[in-house]
């Protein structure tokens, strides 16, 4: 068990260019979660998948935001058209079918928007 | 909408010393309650958790009860060492919907031998 893997860990761009982060949740975990955290605060959702399906989106998900899973394994992250406040962690998690509440988090990806 | 509420850091304790940090989270229906805790160049990691009232969760020493009168999730632990300096961060989880978890800001706990 390779535990969950994100890539890249730290990407620096400039505003307005498109960035994507890659996830690889534990292997046999059909829950997939995205969350974000920015600096002195605690994870906020962003959204998650039951297999390759998109359950549910948080608000903080702008259109310029969107998130795939298309075979029910990797997932990525695209953000479009950046802004300097998109700069954050972006976290990705995955957990097993049973509703057990238990997240199994990735190292991060960190986006700094310059 | 939910939240969660946690103690203030940082956090200073000498080696052995007594921890407390508190949490209080606001919640409709019958959340779960988590602790997780995220060491220096790490991801978070699930340190404890309860799911219904009057639970005790425990791990390496770390003991969390659920409190349902008080709203409360507070992690205690008797002795620490400098190995647990770490973020500790409270969260919640709604029932049904167990992946979607509400997170405190965390509290940033240095231990000085």
């Known amino acids: 068990d390779t535990g969950v893997s994100q890539d890249p860990r730290h990407k620096i761009t400039k505003r307005g260019q498109n960035v994507t982060f890659r996830c690889d949740p534990i292997?046999?975990?059909?829950?997939l979660y995205w969350y974000r955290q920015t600096l002195g605060q605690g994870p906020e959702f962003l959204t998650y998948?039951?297999?390759?399906?998109?359950?549910?989106k948080s608000r903080l998900l702008s259109d310029r935001f969107s998130a795939e899973r298309p075979k029910g394994s990797f997932s990525t992250l695209e953000i479009q058209r950046t802004e300097q406040g998109d700069s954050a962690m972006y976290l990705c998690?995955?957990?097993?079918?049973?509703?057990?509440?238990?997240?199994?988090f990735g190292e991060g990806s960190r986006l700094t928007v310059l | 909408g939910n939240s969660v509420t946690q103690m203030e850091g940082p956090v200073t304790l000498s080696e052995e010393a007594f921890l407390t940090i508190n949490c209080t989270y606001t919640?409709?229906?019958?959340?779960?309650l988590f602790w997780y805790v995220q060491y220096p160049g790490e991801g978070l990691q699930l340190l404890l958790k309860a799911t219904k009232a009057d639970d005790k969760g425990s791990n390496k020493g770390f003991e969390a009860t659920y409190r349902k009168e008080t709203t409360s999730f507070h992690l205690e632990k008797g002795s620490v060492q400098v190995s647990d300096s770490a973020v500790y961060f409270c969260a919640l989880s709604e029932t049904g919907n167990a992946g979607k978890s509400t997170f405190g800001d965390g509290t940033t706990l240095t231990v000085k031998p």
């Open positions: 919640a409709t229906g019958y959340p779960s």
């Open positions: 292997s046999e975990h059909n829950r």
């Open positions: 998690a995955s957990s097993q079918g049973a509703d057990t509440g238990e997240l199994f």
């Open positions: 998948f039951q297999n390759e399906a998109q359950l549910e």
